[in-house]
């Protein structure tokens, strides 16, 4: 730049001094460095500006959507996050425990008054609308803080808490929560009240991606459709899948054939596609053709001929053993055949349902695993014997209402005593009872509920759950159908108490099982019996263990 301007200097006939030049041409240079540097970290700025945005918009998207999924505010999901954060737990089981909790309220609405009465809360959604998951929590944990401790890890689980019990538990989580209240409480209003701009531009973002993407996949399905490489790739894939299963089975067949390991290998060089025809001979699986064609080759032999007798240049002829191709033909069709109506499926229209895998508990006919009775009893491992499934299945619903009958009311007794924790793990399996039976019956059922084991409804669900804790999940559908609910209901009628049961083993029960009830009731055209219909139902409902809503 100093050349230019000394050479346009010189033209108006001034002198330029040499020296003082070199001097101005440094300075410009320096600083057309320095405005470099300026320009690359101005760039640098924006880009990490541009980031810093991209992100803080992506994580105030997720706390819009997960606001959304659990009825809480962002304020409320961010306090209980960092609060959980900072006394060891961690923000993602923050947030899954607060989206389960939110998940069951959404599937059992009886779950919002019984969380109504743990708490104490009259309402538990503020004026907004929102769940009031600070407070539910803060309750939660002084009434947690009062119960053993497995009846309370239960009740969490229950509710979907398990995963943030121990952090919640922590003395430090009140204090740690109020303190992230005050401290961040007005920046996540400001967030709750920008999430849904925020939401709206990150919906525009995953718009363009998702424009990208589309036109790549068309791109992409144009050259597919343009080579038909879907359909080359179709036509491998079936050869594949239809020949590797018949590839195995020949080599164990070859190995089966072969002496040793050198005959084997000797077999695999030269003699495998014969062998391997042998074996779809021998298991029916070639088509009548293929049979035919085989039995053919089989019975047609290469004869020498005798010198005296040949034709000139003829030295041995082609000789077909008619009788033996047919026989043999006919041997392997009516086989063939024979095959076939073997193989035909069995009706079971007339015999029940076989597992598709058998336990022991269904081995023996004793769904419930009970113990032998006497010494004379039949047993198998230490577990009795029954004649048949309706003969356990019975058993089971005796033993489980005579334990009722003794006092033990609600599932935290009835369990811990039918397997106590020398043998099991009680506490996992109260907690899968106590939800295999709220999906049942279609209500909460906490493990300290007390129980009506009067109806056969709440005895079945019981003992269903026990069944598919004893064995595997599902095996109770084996026990299902009018035999078995005749059982069911024998059992709920049942007096016997047992006598192995004492008072320690019962615990106290906190609230019923709520079970609806629909009365039907014939001559509605007559008041005085539809009132002493009612009358008579209702009392009944009121004389049992639980109480049942009377529509």
């Known amino acids: 730049m100093s050349s230019v301007l ?22 410009i240079d320096n600083a057309g460095k320095r405005m470099k540097e300026i320009a690359v970290r101005g760039a640098a700025m924006g880009t990490a500006f541009a980031a810093s945005f991209a992100k803080s918009t992506q994580e105030i998207n997720r706390f819009y959507n997960l606001s959304n999924q659990t009825g809480a505010s962002v304020r409320s999901i961010n306090n209980i996050s960092s609060a959980l954060k900072k006394v060891g737990g961690s923000a993602e089981a923050a947030q899954s425990a607060m989206q389960s909790l939110s998940d069951k309220l959404i599937r059992f609405p009886a779950l919002e008054d019984q969380l109504k009465r743990m708490t104490g809360m ?23 803080k009062d119960m053993p401790e497995a009846v309370a890890q239960n009740e969490a689980a229950l509710l979907g808490l398990e995963g943030i019990y121990s952090s919640l538990m922590k003395q430090d989580f009140p204090a740690e929560l109020e303190k992230t209240s005050k401290q961040q409480g007005e920046l996540t209003d400001m967030i709750d009240k920008s999430a849904d701009s925020a939401h709206r531009l990150a919906n525009e973002f995953s718009n363009t991606w998702e ?17 038909g490489l ?130 022991r508990g269904l081995r023996n006919n ?3 695993n009970l113990r032998p009775t006497s010494m004379n009893s039949p047993q198998n491992g230490g577990f009795q014997v029954f004649p048949s499934r ?98 069911v209901g024998a059992a709920s009628q049942s007096e016997w108490k047992s006598k192995v049961v004492s008072d320690r083993d019962k615990f106290a029960s906190n609230g019923q099982v709520t079970v609806n009830q629909n009365i039907t009731i014939n001559g509605a055209d007559n008041p005085t019996a539809v009132g002493k219909a009612v009358a008579k139902e209702t009392l009944l409902a009121q004389n049992r263990y639980g109480t049942r809503n009377i529509s």
Not at 447 to 461: N, S
């Open 6 to 27: 000394a050479g346009f200097l010189v033209r108006l006939g001034f002198v330029v001094d040499n020296d003082q030049q070199a001097k101005f041409q440094a300075t």
């Open 122 to 144: 009259t309402d538990i959604k503020d004026s907004n609308g929102y769940v009031k998951f600070e407070e539910i929590l803060l309750r939660l944990r002084d009434r947690w």
């Open 211 to 227: 424009i990208i993407s589309n036109g790549a996949k068309a791109a992409a399905g144009q050259l597919i459709e343009a080579i």
């Open 230 to 359: 879907d359909k080359e790739l179709a036509k491998f894939n079936d050869k594949l899948s239809k020949g590797l299963p018949e590839v195995l089975k020949t080599e164990k067949y070859i190995w089966d054939k072969s002496k040793n390991p050198v005959d084997w290998a000797y077999n695999m060089l030269f003699k495998a596609d014969d062998l391997h025809e042998d074996r779809l001979y021998e298991e029916h699986k070639l088509s009548d053709e293929e049979v035919q064609k085989r039995l053919r080759k089989k019975y047609t032999k290469i004869l020498p001929v005798l010198s005296d007798e040949a034709e000139e240049g003829v030295d041995n002829i082609e000789y077909f053993d008619q009788k033996g191709y047919e026989d043999e033909l006919a041997k392997y069709r009516s086989s063939q055949k024979d095959k076939q109506m073997t193989t035909l499926p069995a009706t079971q229209s007339t015999q029940q349902e076989v597992p598709e895998k058998m336990t």
């Open 366 to 368: 004793n769904p419930g």
């Open 390 to 487: 309706e003969a356990g299945w019975g058993a089971l619903g005796r033993q489980l209402k005579g334990y009722a009958n003794a006092g033990l009311e609600n599932i935290y007794s009835i369990i811990s005593k039918y397997a106590p924790s020398t043998e099991n793990d009680t506490a996992a399996y109260i907690n899968a009872v106590a939800g295999s039976m709220s999906q049942r019956l279609g209500t909460v059922v906490t493990p300290d509920a007390r129980l009506d084991l009067k109806d056969a409804r709440v005895l079945k669900a019981l003992m269903m759950a026990i069944t598919d804790h004893e064995n595997f999940k599902g095996a109770s559908r084996y026990f299902e159908g009018p035999s078995f609910d005749r059982e």
